[in-house]
Nanobody, 123 residues
Framework: QVQLVESGGGLVQPGGSLRLSCAAS????????MSWYRQAPGKERELVAA??????????TYADAVKGRFTISRDNAKNTVYLEMNSLKPEDTAVYFC??????????????WGQGTQVTVSS
């Protein structure tokens, strides 16, 4: 069982920056693919960024809408994944969710979700 706790959301002006954190409980953190999703009011949840597990070489991927502005990283020693968000736009406003999927050696991996953290970009 993995529990995820996000933090770092808040209100920021357009062009500003925020850093989200997601702390995971449990063991074998490096064996989980970690992702950030977001959900804006009236819209479906969408994938923002992901970073693979040890089985995938910790390779990051990004949605086109955030490429060049957001950076996902992980600290396996601290069981934490981060999302550095720069040049924020009003359309980035959403609840951001952390997801853990794994461990990678399972044929059907488990999925765990955090409770979400609100990011509001507004002047």
């Amino acid at each position: 069982q993995v529990q995820l706790v996000e933090s770092g959301g808040g209100l920021v002006q357009p062009g500003g920056s925020l850093r989200l954190s997601c702390a995971a409980s449990g063991s074998a953190f490096s064996s989980y693919k970690m992702s950030w999703y977001r959900q804006a009011p009236g819209k479906e949840r969408e994938l923002v960024a992901a970073i693979r597990s040890a089985g995938g070489g910790f390779i990051p991927t990004y949605a086109d809408a955030v490429k060049g502005r957001f950076t996902i990283s992980r600290d396996n020693a601290k069981n934490t994944v981060y999302l550095e968000m720069n040049s924020l736009k009003p359309e980035d406003t959403a609840v951001y969710f952390c997801n853990a999927r794994g461990p990678f050696w399972l044929a059907v991996p488990n999925d765990y979700w955090g409770q979400g953290t609100q990011v509001t970009v507004s002047s």
